[in-house]
């Protein structure tokens, strides 16, 4: 009973998650004990090896300036030519959510012997399970990327060394406004199976 009813929840949890954007969000964001427990999650992730090949660096409202300033370098680096309104609103993308998270990827800790794809994997899982248990509490989130992160302004900013690399940013707070959730895959549409001699078939039979 309890187990059917812990994947029900899980199930239904899975299911209420969805992308709120930065905009879509204010206060209040997650109080400290609300925060640990978020970031706490994601200490569950799968770790080949236990490298801990990733980070979560929180930008407070204090370095938010520092961070818009960035952003705004980032577009200038691309784009000569970008013109005050759009260094603005380069700006402005890093003063939205009340909480704010960049997800830092480690490529060198460990050595060569975990490659870098499975240190990408490890950090997905770590996100999710962030996005997870802030809906779990109540938030609504949002994944955003972009050059910026790539760029030398983010990178002086977070002091990111070669090959450590920022891979998205990680929005929190309340859902002011929120779109009609999008229709999911089904499984059959993303599952096959494979059928010796004859490659993979798509989905799959119960045994």
């Given amino acids: 009973m309890s187990d059917s009813f812990s994947a029900d929840a899980l199930a239904a949890l899975l299911q209420a998650r969805q992308t709120v954007l930065p905009k879509r969000l204010g206060a209040p ?8 427990a978020i970031l706490g999650a994601a200490a569950h992730a799968p770790d080949h090896g236990g490298l801990l090949p990733w980070r979560f660096v929180r930008i407070p409202q ?30 402005e993308k890093a003063l939205r959510a009340p909480e704010l998270l960049v997800l830092v990827a480690d490529g060198a800790c460990g050595g060569p012997a975990i490659g870098w794809d499975e240190r990408l994997v490890s950090a997905g899982c770590a996100v999710q399970s962030v996005l997870l248990m802030a809906t779990a509490l109540g938030f609504g989130s949002a994944l955003t990327s972009g ?16 090959p450590s690399r920022a891979l998205c940013c990680i929005s929190i707070g309340t859902v002011l406004a929120r779109k009609p959730a999008r229709t999911r895959p089904v499984p059959a549409a993303y599952v096959g199976t494979l059928v010796p001699g004859e490659g993979i078939a798509p989905g799959w039979e119960n045994p």
């Fill in 29 to 36: 964001g997650p109080d400290a004990a609300q925060l640990a």
């Fill in 62 to 91: 204090a370095a938010r300036p520092a961070l818009a300033e960035a952003f705004a370098q980032a577009l200038a680096e691309r784009d000569p030519e970008a013109t005050p309104a759009q260094l603005a609103q380069a700006r």
């Fill in 147 to 162: 050059k910026a992160l790539q760029s030398a302004a983010l990178r002086g900013l977070l002091g990111l060394p070669a």
